[in-house]
């Protein structure tokens, strides 16, 4: 069984990310995760709740996410947030 591969996503101040489109995997069981500056709070708020792909935990300035059980191919818009500074639409995108 393979433990897919992990895909990290930096966040700035501003909440822009370095990666605006990330694939994952669902026959490799890929996983992301988000990491800020030390000292902030992340948070990861998907624009469509109820079709978002993920299960995500976020602790102080790190988010991780790992692939819901069946979930929806295609592309997922997030918006990520540092402390109250909300970045805009980089995208999910969820391959078989």
């Known amino acids: 069984m393979s ?3 992990l895909r990290v996503i930096k966040v700035a101040a501003d909440g822009k990310v370095d990666k605006e489109e990330v694939h994952l ?5 890929d996983k992301v995760q ?3 500056d030390a000292g902030t709070t992340l948070k990861v708020l998907p ?3 109820a079709a978002w792909p993920l299960d995500v935990t976020c602790t102080g300035n790190h ?7 069946s979930p929806r191919l295609g592309r997922h818009p997030y918006r990520p947030q540092v ?3 909300t970045g805009i639409d980089p995208v999910i995108i969820i391959d078989p």
């Open 3 to 5: 433990s897919g591969t």
């Open 83 to 85: 402390d109250k500074t």
């Open 25 to 29: 995997s669902i026959a490799a069981k």
């Open 47 to 49: 624009e469509v709740a």
């Open 34 to 36: 988000w990491d800020a």
């Open 63 to 69: 988010c991780t996410g790992t692939l819901k059980p």
